[in-house]
């Protein structure tokens, strides 16, 4: 305490004319002692293992994505949650995400900022440059492609349409497509039987059955040997109910992809 100047006491009587304070180097260690016992002088750091007892005994179904080419892209088969290969579990989830490219069959009509326009420039009017753009510069390992203009509201083109966009997106590259809609529950279901025949050859996803057009599009998928992505508004029962429903149409399970959609 020899840099302290002032020592304030509060509610205290002194009836003494002189007080004197006298600090000594071992009553201060001692003190000290007494509140770390078993830590004297320096600390130091003491090494440890993180480890987690914890055991998991589900797993998720592995989902394949076929080309006709014998191109793959894998999804599922988790053993653990999300990140934890991280904590030290002798387990680990086999495949990582798999992130897919949108392509849209009105590239060229939709409202997009800038500079999007400006990376895509004309290929935006040509869902199979578009998909061909995203393999060869971003390595895109999967396609998403969307066909919003069948949509009366969008346009009402015809299923044609749809079907000669994805024809020329499966001849311009060899990785995965996802078979996206529109909302429009009528014309999905007819895009979904005409484009679903045409690439049987391949093994694709079906993007989305809903509790709208599930029983039109299940069978489909199940029919053709795709993928078939399962949506559903928020609502584990509802998904549930959904994925029985699947499996009683004959859709097996390594071909059930869940979406039951999240609040991001």
């Known amino acids: 305490m020899k840099n302290i100047e002032e020592i304030e006491l509060q ?22 002692q007494a509140v770390l016992p078993g830590v004297p002088g320096k600390a130091e750091w003491t090494p440890a293992k993180f480890s987690l007892d914890l055991d998991y005994p589900g797993k998720i179904e592995t989902i394949e994505f076929i080309r006709s080419n014998g191109k793959k892209a894998t999804i ?49 009017g040509d869902p199979a440059e578009w998909a061909k753009f995203a393999v060869d510069k971003f390595g895109a390992e999967c396609i998403t492609f969307h066909s919003l203009e069948i949509d ?19 001849q311009a590259v060899d990785v995965p497509v996802i078979i996206g809609c529109s909302g429009n529950k009528k014309k999905d ?12 050859s391949e093994v694709l996803m079906l993007s989305a059955a809903d509790k709208a057009t599930w029983e039109e599009v299940i069978p489909l998928a199940v029919k053709h040997d795709h993928n078939c992505l399962l949506w559903t508004s928020l609502d584990l029962n509802n998904q549930i109910k959904m994925n029985k429903d699947a499996l009683e149409l004959g859709l097996p399970r390594n ?5 039951p959609t999240v609040c991001a």
């Open 11 to 32: 509610d205290v009587d002194l009836f003494a004319e002189y007080l004197e304070f006298q600090m000594l180097p071992s009553i201060v260690q001692a003190a000290a």
């Open 76 to 124: 599922g088969g988790e053993v653990v949650p999300p990140f934890y290969n991280f904590l030290g579990l002798e387990k680990r989830n086999p495949n990582p995400p798999l992130v897919t490219y949108d392509v849209f069959d009105m590239g060229a009509k939709m409202m997009l900022p800038k500079p999007i326009k400006q990376e895509y420039g004309e290929v935006l």
């Open 152 to 170: 009366p509201a969008m346009g009402d083109a015809p299923v044609s349409q749809s079907r000669k966009f994805l024809e020329d997106i499966l």
């Open 189 to 200: 279901v007819e895009m979904f039987t005409e484009l679903a025949a045409i690439s049987e």
């Open 255 to 259: 071909r059930i992809v869940m979406d």
